[in-house]
T-cell receptor
């Protein structure tokens, strides 16, 4: 079945450093790859997404890259700030069935130390 | 514009009971998805509804069911509750259109089964 693996499970960085989270997916039919951020006790919120016809996308300090051949995608956060501390989830749209059906990775707990 | 609203926010049930959770999507959104979030399994897809029809279903037993009403509001029901059903149940809505991918999550309904 569909599977998304996410690494690392925890990531600790100093403020100002960069953070990288990597995910691999199994279903080559997946064509949409969002990243969600969930702060403690809050709802998940989309921070960036990428579609299979694009290799890279940036939004200020956040970027996502996609390698369709290798079936992996990564989130890059530069100049990290304490408010970036949260759980980050990658996902794919489970074989391209719809945007509402996402297969999520297990999450990465990012801690940014001041 | 009001966000996704879920009720109740917290509830405690005992094994064998049943529970109904409600979700009101963002006005104009016709797609509603449900996810179960647990520390061990992460975010897992339950089902997706669009225009009162179940569009996708996850790998959960038949005790988990849902429906969507003509006003796009959705309910999910869990019958014969088990201890393992204790989780945060998240509802998410999304707009229509092929370019729309973002899921807008509610704050969730936290179910504890004793």
């Amino acid at each position: 079945g569909e599977n998304v693996e996410q690494h690392p499970s925890t990531l600790s960085v100093q403020e100002g450093d960069s953070a990288v989270i990597k995910c691999t997916y199994s279903d080559s039919a997946s064509n949409y790859f969002p990243w969600y951020k969930q702060e403690l006790g809050k709802r998940p919120q989309l921070i960036i997404d990428i579609r299979s016809n694009v290799g890279e996308k940036k939004d200020q300090r956040i970027a996502v890259t996609l390698n369709k051949t290798a079936k992996h995608f990564s989130l890059h956060i530069t100049e990290t700030q304490p408010e970036d501390s949260a759980v980050y989830f990658c996902a794919d749209n489970a074989g391209g069935t719809s945007y509402g059906k996402l297969t999520f990775g297990q999450g990465t707990i990012l801690t940014v130390h001041p | 514009k009001a966000g996704v609203t879920q009720t109740p926010r917290y509830l405690i049930k005992t094994r064998g009971q049943q529970v109904t959770l409600s979700c009101s999507p963002i006005s104009g959104h016709r797609s509603v998805s449900w996810y179960q979030q647990t520390p061990g399994q992460g975010l897992q897809f339950l089902f997706e509804y669009f225009s009162e029809t179940q569009r996708n279903k996850g790998n959960f037993p038949g005790r988990f069911s849902g429906r969507q009403f003509s006003n796009s509001r959705s309910e999910m029901n869990v019958s014969t509750l088990e201890l393992g059903d204790s989780a945060l149940y998240l509802c998410a809505s999304s707009g229509t259109g092929t370019t729309t991918g973002e899921l807008f999550f509610g704050e969730g309904s936290r179910l504890t089964v004793l």
